[in-house]
C-alpha cells in the first residue's frame, strides 16, 4: 500500500481519536467550572456576570426557582434563539457545554444540597469561585469552545449589529455584577466586583499558559543530527536556514522549529550532548497555527 493511501486509511481512526479527545476535554473544562460555581459561588451569592450571575440575582427575588433551574432554563431558552438565528449549523461544541453545565449544576443541586458556604472565609471561597471557572473557561476557549449563555447574545449581536461585542459583554457583566450590590449588599457587591475583575485576568492568563510552546533557534555545525533528532525521536517539524558569522564570516546552519515544554527539555539536552558550542534561542510564544497546532480558523 503506497504511502498515501496508508495516510489516508488511518485519517478516520485519527479523526475519532481528536474528536474523543476534545469532548473528553470539554467534559473536563465543564466539571471544573460546574465545581467552583456550585460549591463555591452560589453559595456566597457571588455574581460575576454571564448566566450564573443572573441566576444567583434572579433566585434572590424568587426563591421558590433554584439558582440551577435558573441557569438551565436559560440557557436552554439562549440555545434555542441560537438554533433560530444560526440554523442547524450552531456550534455543537457550545451547545453540547450548555446543556452539561446546566444538566451537572441541576444534579448537585438535588444530590449534594448547600445551605450555606462551606467555610467562614468569603475571601478564600472567592478566590475559588473564581480560579475554578476561569480554568474550565480557558479550556474550552483553547478548544474553540464556550459556555453558550451570554456569548450565544454576543453572538447574535455581532450578526445584527455593528456593536463592539467584547465591550458589550463587559458592561453586561459589569452591570449584573453591580445588580448584586443591590440584591445582597455591599459587602457581597464588593467581593463581586473584585471577583469580576480577577476573571477578567485569569482567563487570559490561563489560556496564555496552557498555549505557551518553545520557539528553538539553533545555530549550529550539526544540523543533521539535531534534524534528525527533532524529526524522528520528538516527532516534530524543523526548517533549516543557511546562515553566516558577522565576526567569522564562517557558515552556520539555523534550525528553527517549535514544541511543547516537555519536549524542548529533552531537545536542548540533546543539543547540549552534540553540539556543545551551538547558540541556542529559546523564546515562549502564545498560539502555534499549522500542522501539529492549530489549524486556520
Known amino acids: 500500500m503506497a504511502k498515501n493511501e496508508k ?3 488511518q485519517q478516520p481512526e485519527k479523526n475519532i481519536r481528536k474528536l474523543v479527545k476534545e469532548y473528553v476535554l470539554l ?15 452560589f453559595p456566597n451569592n457571588f455574581s460575576t456576570g454571564g448566566v450564573t450571575g443572573i441566576a444567583v440575582i434572579l433566585a434572590r427575588y424568587f426563591p421558590m426557582v433554584s439558582r440551577a433551574d435558573f441557569v438551565m432554563v436559560i440557557n436552554v431558552a439562549l440555545l434555542v434563539v441560537g438554533f433560530a438565528v444560526f440554523g442547524k449549523g450552531f456550534a ?12 451537572l449544576t441541576w444534579l448537585l443541586e438535588r444530590v449534594v444540597p448547600l445551605s450555606a458556604p462551606m467555610t467562614q472565609q468569603p475571601l478564600l471561597e472567592l478566590i475559588f469561585a473564581v480560579s475554578l471557572p476561569a480554568l474550565g473557561s480557558a479550556i474550552l476557549f483553547n478548544l474553540d469552545a464556550s ?5 450565544i447574545v454576543a453572538m447574535v449581536l455581532k450578526k445584527y449589529t455593528s456593536l463592539d461585542i467584547g465591550k458589550a459583554l463587559i458592561c453586561s457583566d459589569l452591570v449584573i455584577t453591580l445588580m448584586a450590590c443591590v ?3 455591599m459587602e457581597t457587591g464588593l467581593f463581586s466586583i473584585l471577583g469580576l475583575l480577577m476573571k477578567s485576568l485569569l482567563v487570559d492568563m490561563v489560556l496564555e499558559n496552557i498555549n505557551t510552546h518553545k520557539y528553538f533557534h539553533i545555530i549550529t555545525t550539526k544540523p543533521v543530527e539535531i534534524e534528525a533528532y527533532i524529526t524522528q525521536k520528538l ?7 543557511h546562515g553566516e558569522g558577522a565576526y567569522t564570516h564562517e557558515g552556520r546552519t539555523v534550525v528553527l522549529t517549535v514544541m511543547k515544554r516537555h519536549e524542548a527539555v529533552l531537545l536542548r539536552r540533546y543539543v547540549k550532548q552534540v553540539d556543545p558550542h551551538a547558540f541556542v534561542l529559546i523564546i515562549n510564544t502564545g498560539e502555534i497555527v499549522g500542522k501539529g497546532f492549530r489549524g486556520f480558523n
Open 7 to 9: 495516510e489516508a486509511a
Open 235 to 241: 516527532k516534530r517539524g524543523a526548517t533549516e536556514l
Open 147 to 151: 459556555s453558550g449563555g451570554t456569548d
Open 92 to 103: 455543537g461544541k457550545t451547545v453540547y457545554v450548555s446543556l452539561l453545565m446546566s444538566g
Open 183 to 185: 440584591a445582597f449588599g
Open 27 to 41: 467534559t473536563l473544562g465543564t466539571l471544573i467550572m460546574v465545581v467552583g460555581i456550585y460549591f463555591f459561588k
